[in-house]
Each structure stands twice: as structure tokens, then as C-alpha cells.
């Protein structure tokens, strides 16, 4: 399965790898997805989940903040896509945060409180992950929106865990994956919350309708914008990508536009 | 029985488990169970009913009341199976509302004498076209035969029988003059608690409406984090148990970031929306116009344990009444140039995706 010509997403990503040897180029990075009501991102994470769990990177780690699905639904999708997380889950390298029905205590104080046993609980994990020598941590939260709905609207404490987690990428080389819907926020003057995780990215990948509608065979488009890319020479620049795609069951389709036959 | 018919999918579950009594509950793909909304044209729009575990949002006109017809046929459909069913609504007297719901059309006979002929064409067609079809048609197709335990033609005319309201199995409750959503949740809680989700065997399922949910004479209309917050516990109790929630909005209350992220919420997201009157352009465009009380659209249509988006051939669908009785859903057809009757649009013809060169979307 994973000897798949690589698709047009692991290029933007720079997941292509011929030689299996370097490491996972996602560490240190924010990736964050963004989707819209029309078109959810949400197989996006499932991807980078398959990727960070192939076999190839035995010494992968996941943690996953789930606020918006039970872990049955993450486990059949993935089934599907070739990854059985139930197994993950035993051999202790997929760490599933069930926090659907967590509702952090009433008040200011409560919020915070919550939210900062929840960062202990990644801490500890990713802290004593890095202690048995695993090389990359990847930290997936599902989705972000829902998070400030738990911390009732906290939005600065939200940030604070958003800047937290940011800080472990660095210290311990994890990668950071969210997911937000970026249509809540556009009606928003100046929605501090997006603009600052859209600073703190690396990787903004946008998932949007088509702007002709929807269609059976074209599902939407992907806008990935990764900063910083190092050619050869050392130069840095941004690399900006457009594709379709059209989600499958056991995978994704991703296509030039027009290029679809 | 008709519920525990194999499928030739190799994928799909063991479907022993459903005990074949239990009407009004069917196997979907992904291993996800339906339950009737009420509307056969909306289960087939929606590929087989609303999931078990699913949020149902359906953004409400502000100049009209087509969201209590969802509403209705969605309750009535519950009581008719003896789902249990926990009504609230920002109204004095909730309980009155029961006896406004619509009772399964005791017209049958004549009813079906005049539309399975359609329906055994639609059959046929179906068959032999079945390539062109996506998997939702197909599934429904296969379970066509069940359709009239699983679902109901309602006659809107004619109020529920006193038995099926009398049942013990009903909470009503008025969201008017509590001052915040613990007591509401709490009822929620309580009522869901009856349904938890085992994988070996269910029983019964349950069904919340929740209407008007915002709906300004609350006091915790403007409580915004709040309302969501409820929402989203919900969400989440209902995801965990067997039970459908229904809750209506009206978004145009809100703001619109907030209105936003209570679309995100649903898992199932419908809207109604009314028709001008007189619209003379609209009229000329759209065949059967003057029969026609207002259009839904569907936005989002559930996705559990998959991650394929499903895609309707058409989301704007006319919402008729049929003989002033019947509920029916029909996706929009232009009107043909020269202005023959437009009744020859036969009934059945609304979404088995036959009439494709027909729909208009908005």
C-alpha cells in the first residue's frame, strides 16, 4: 500500500521521500487545516494520521485530541485507509485524548484549569515519548473550534495552549496538526484567534468548494501554502500549491485542475 | 423478514444483530443504523433516514413556520415506531403541540394504488440504469421493500390517534422560562441515558426535538457560548447513545460567526426556506409553482465512520403537498419552453436521479 506513486498532497507537504532514510519532515512544523461547511478537511488529518503511523517510522508517536468524533469513527475510517488504530493504540504509539464529552469546570478559573491539565496530560505524554527514544511526536487536534467551545469561549487561554503546544514542537521536535473551520471566523473584524494560528503555521492547507459547486467526481480544492521551503542553494522561499480531490474510502485523489480524465 | 435481507457487499456487518421486530430502524453502510425522518422523500434524499447518533440541524425561515413540518412528521413517525421521544420548544404549553402532529395516512389503499405503479417503473428504471447511480439510490433501492414499515406518508390534515400520544414514552418540556440550559441538559441527559450504545443488540432508539432553539423569548437567548456549548454536549451524548436529535434555529438570530459554528455542529444540516407569493419570473421558470409551499435545501448530510462527503445530484428540493395531505419533496424542474402541463413531472420522479436535465439548483 504505501508504495503508492506519491500524490500531489505528500509533494506540497514535502512528504516524499524516495529512500525511506530522512527523518519525518513534519517535525518542528505547525501544519493547520482549514475547512469550510461545505467541504470538510477532516480526511486531511486522517491522511497525515496514516502517514505518521506507517510502518516505516516505527519510533512515530501520535497524540490525538479528538473533541469532535468517538474513537470508533477515527478507527473505522483509518481501517479503511490501511491503518488499524486499535493496534496503534496497544502498542502504545497512538495516544487517543477522548475528549467529546469533556466540559471543563464553570468559570474563568475552571477554564484554565482545564485547559492546563489538558497540556500537562500532552506533556507528560510527548515528554516521556522523547525519553524512549521515539523520534517524532506528532500532536493532532480534532478540531480546534470545539476546543474553545469546551473552554466556553476562553479565547485566550485557548491561544495560551495553542502557544504551548507551539513551544513543545520546538523543544521536543513534534509536529503540530489543527484543524479549524476558517469560515466562523470571516465574519469577524479581526479575528485574533485564526490570524495568530495562521502566523504560528508552517503549513496552511485550505480545503474550499468549488466555486462552480459541488460535483461526484471533484469534491474541492486544496490550497497548501508551505513556508519556508530550503532548496539547495539554501534560499528560502514560499511554495504555494492548488489542487483537487476527490476523497474515496480508501484514500484520496488529487488532481491538476482540469487534469482529471 | 425484510429488515435482515443479505447484501451482496462483502463489507457489510453481521445483520442478525437488528432483531427483525424492531420496526422502523434500518442498516445503513459503515455500520451506521437509520431511523425514518418522517418524509420518504427526504430518507431517500438523505440515502436511508437520519443515522443513529447524528445531529440534526435545520436553519428555520423567520417569516415561516416549514420547520415545524420537519418537526412534525419527524415526531410523528417516532411515536407511530413507540420511539421514545423528548419534545422541547419555547412555547407555554408544549404538550399541546402532540396534538398537532400528523397521523399515518389511513388513505393508504387509494394512496398506494396511485403510486406504486410509478414506483415499480421507478424499480425497473433503476435496474437497469443502476450503473449511473451512486451508492445511496442503490442502497435504497434494495430496501424499498421495507419502506412502508420503516416509513409513513403522513396526512397533515388529520391529528395522531389519542393512543400513540397517550403512551408513557413522551417528555415534554418547556424552554421558555428557565433561566439557563442545566435544566434542559440535564433532561437530555436523563432521556438519552435510556439508550446507551452496546454493539451487540439495540432495542429501541430515541428521538429529541428541540425547537426554536435561540428563539428570542428564552432567557438564555443571549447567552451565546452557552447555547453552543449545549449544543455541543448534545452532540456528544447523543453520538454515544441511540437516539436522533432535530433542533431548529433560526439563524438569522444569531451572529453570524456563532451561526457559523452551530453549522459545523450538525451533522445532518437542512434549511427551509419560504416562497414569495407571486413571483411571476419564478413561476415561468419552475414547473408546478403554484403548488409548491416552500424549498429545502441541504447543506451537510451526515458522515459517520467515513470520510466521503455525499454528494446529492441536486440540494434544492420543492416542498409540495400532495392532495393537501401529504408531505412531498421534489427536486426543481424547468419548466418546459412551450407551457404543456406541467403534471406530467410524475411524483415519484423527484430524486431517483432520472430527471437530472431537469434540476436547477440556487
Known sequence: MDQRAPNLLDEALGLVDEEKTKPWPLSSRVVLVEDRVETSGAFVLHHLLKRALSPHSSNDVVVFLAFSQPFSHYDRVLRKLGCNLTAQRENNRFFFLDLLVSEFPDGDEGNRDGLVALYGKIEKLVSTSFQENKKCITIVIDDFSLMEVAANGATNYVLDFLRYCHALTSTFGCSLVVLNHEDIYSSIERPALILQMEYLADILIKAEPLATGLATDVHGQLTVLNKEIRDEQGSSRNKICNFHFRVKENGVEYFYPGSKT | ?362
Open chain 2, 1 to 362: 423478514m425484510a429488515t435482515s435481507k443479505p447484501r451482496t457487499s462483502s463489507f457489510s456487518r453481521n445483520l442478525a444483530t437488528v432483531p427483525s421486530s424492531t420496526p422502523g430502524l434500518k442498516y445503513g453502510p459503515n455500520g451506521t443504523i437509520f431511523i425514518s425522518s418522517g418524509i420518504p422523500d427526504l430518507d431517500k434524499i438523505l440515502g436511508g433516514g437520519f443515522p443513529l447518533g447524528s445531529l440534526v440541524m435545520v436553519m428555520e425561515d423567520a417569516e415561516a413556520p416549514h420547520h415545524m413540518l420537519l418537526l412534525r412528521n419527524f415526531m410523528s413517525q417516532g411515536l407511530v415506531h413507540k420511539q421514545p421521544l423528548l419534545y422541547a420548544s419555547p412555547s407555554k404549553d408544549p404538550k399541546g403541540f402532540l396534538g398537532t402532529l400528523p397521523t399515518p395516512g389511513s388513505s393508504k389503499d387509494d394512496k398506494s394504488r396511485d403510486r406504486d405503479p410509478e414506483n415499480e417503473n421507478g424499480l425497473r428504471i433503476a435496474w437497469q440504469y443502476k450503473k449511473y447511480f451512486g451508492d445511496n439510490q442503490h442502497h435504497f433501492d434494495s430496501n424499498r421493500d421495507v419502506k412502508h414499515e420503516y416509513c409513513h406518508d403522513f396526512d397533515l390534515r388529520k391529528p395522531l390517534e389519542k393512543h400513540f400520544i397517550s403512551g408513557q414514552h413522551i417528555d415534554c418540556v418547556s424552554i421558555l422560562d428557565s433561566p439557563n440550559l442545566a435544566a434542559l441538559r440535564d433532561r437530555c441527559a436523563t432521556f438519552l441515558a435510556q439508550f446507551p450504545r452496546n454493539d451487540s443488540s439495540i432495542s429501541s432508539a430515541g428521538r429529541i426535538a428541540i425547537q426554536s432553539f435561540c428563539a428570542p423569548q428564552c432567557k438564555y437567548s443571549n447567552m451565546e457560548w452557552d447555547m453552543l456549548s449545549f449544543i455541543r454536549s448534545l452532540r456528544s451524548m447523543v453520538r454515544s447513545s441511540n437516539a436522533v436529535a432535530v433542533v431548529t434555529f433560526p439563524p438569522s438570530l444569531l451572529s453570524p460567526s456563532f451561526s457559523r459554528r452551530w453549522q459545523h455542529m450538525a451533522d445532518t444540516l437542512l434549511s427551509v426556506r419560504a416562497i414569495p407569493d407571486e413571483d411571476k419570473e419564478m413561476a415561468k421558470l419552475l414547473t408546478g409553482y403554484q403548488d409548491m409551499v416552500g424549498l429545502l435545501n441541504v447543506h451537510k448530510v451526515a458522515r459517520i465512520n467515513t470520510q466521503v462527503p455525499v454528494i446529492l445530484d441536486a440540494t434544492t428540493f420543492s416542498i409540495k403537498l400532495q392532495r393537501r395531505r401529504f408531505l412531498v419533496l421534489e427536486s426543481l424542474n424547468q419548466a418546459p419552453i412551450d407551457s404543456s402541463s406541467g403534471t406530467s413531472y410524475g411524483t415519484s420522479a423527484s430524486c431517483s436521479g432520472s430527471s437530472k436535465t431537469g434540476t436547477l439548483d440556487f
